[in-house]
């Protein structure tokens, strides 16, 4: 997330698991930036999964549905 | 006022005078023009074409070439069918076209031993009509998928942009393109009416055979894509041949390509053309540099008239196409007989850039990307050949932008440290391009394939 907001240039907002994903200066795109080479480094893409109807709010959500997915 | 006579192509061919030098050449054999006689070379004879709508579906070019020089003036319309067409598509196409004749491989004879005996008959040239007809030359343009549009032009309209004086018999051009589609066909037509000689490509013929085989024949005049150019690039080949002329056209034309064509034929006159199946020729831009300027759009007849609405390049003259077959609802121009080309293109510093194409458009969050704006940064680095970017799905923003690219062979995979130019690229990406327009994932792959018809195989096609 640090990598993505310096190469996007945005402030990234004190990251904690109840910040809300739209608040920590990440918008869309650079979450999609996000996804897109977790999937890479991962093989990991549990927002494109079939069946996955969660959509992550938080920094928490967005980590638990990974550490799921890995699982 | 009478009309004056129609001209058949073999009236304007023989009109530029056939000198002993020209000829017209494929993979297997040249043929001289001067004893060319190409009604001589169908095998049944031009009577049984007369007032047909003939589909001329041929492997080779040579045969397709030689047919379409009998047939016009002969055949009431003819159909020049590219080789990818396949059997499945042929049946509407043939229904549309109203084929009523269809001229193969073997109803034309390109062996020079058997047409001098079948001229020692004459008995082909039975049956030809007192006045040329006005056959209607139907063009496929190059669907990817689904049937091809049938597009209808006349020998007028085909050879409206070739104007006068075109070269000597010195001349020899060349083309990477089908002889069938219209990128190609122009420059045989050029050849044949400009008093120059032709050499046909070949199907599956490797890049560097048919390069040797233009060196070889002394090409001078060379058309292709981009895309053909860069493979031709690629190939490693290029010092085979010397063009003096080297002409683009069928794609977007990036200053890297032009660059490289320019540093590769320092002393040849490189000029990109806009042209398409349904718009004709509409202008050649030779100064090297992307784009046209500005002062084309106030150029006056016979040049092309040229307007930009809604962001998109219009054309309106001679060589514009006259219809579509079987699509009588769809007209390829608008009520003042301006075509709609749907390039888009953007005014900067006095110039028109082609940015991309309206139906080609990546949707990444709402936000347009043309893949041809980013493919023309992409093509700037020195270490890049050719480029092809495209949407890569993804679950936030429908897409993202993702680019192949083909690196320049000469560095030598080994040697070359592929992560810092895929660093350098993005990095000229964004600096170049706003962010949702920069390429999320460079991917260095040995090829991209290209279509038929010589122009990038998109893959939202």
Redesign the interface.
Known sequence: MVTIAQ??KKTLAPLSDDLALLDTGLD??C???L???LD?ELGL?P??APGERRFPVTVGDFIRLYEDAAT | MPQPRRQSLRDLIAQRGISARRFIADVHTSLPLATLDAVGRLRGGAAPMQGRSVLIRTRRQLPAALAAIALDGVARRILLCPPDVTDGQLQPIMQYGEVDAVVTESDICTDEAEACAGRMQGIEHLGMPETALDTEWVLFTSGTSGIPKLVVHSLTSLTTPLGDGLGDDRDVWATFYDIRRYGGLQILLRALIGRGSMILSHGDEPVASFLSRLGTAGVTHVSGTPSHWRRALMSGAVGRIRPVYVRLSGEMVDQGILDRLHQTYPNAMIAHAFASSEAGVAFAVSDRLAGFPASILCAPPPAAQIRIEQGTLRIRSGCTATRYLGMPDRAIADGSGFVDTGDIVELSGGRYHFVGRREGVLN??GLKVHPEEVEAVINQHSNVLMSCVYG??????GV?VTADVVLHRLLGEKSHDFAITKSEIISAC?DALV??KVP??VNVVSDISVLPSGKVARRHA
């Open positions: 190469q996007q869309s795109l979450i999609a930036i996804v897109a080479g890479d893409d927002l494109s | 990444i969050g890569c799905p993804n679950p936030i923003t993202l964004r962010p949702y999320v994932r």
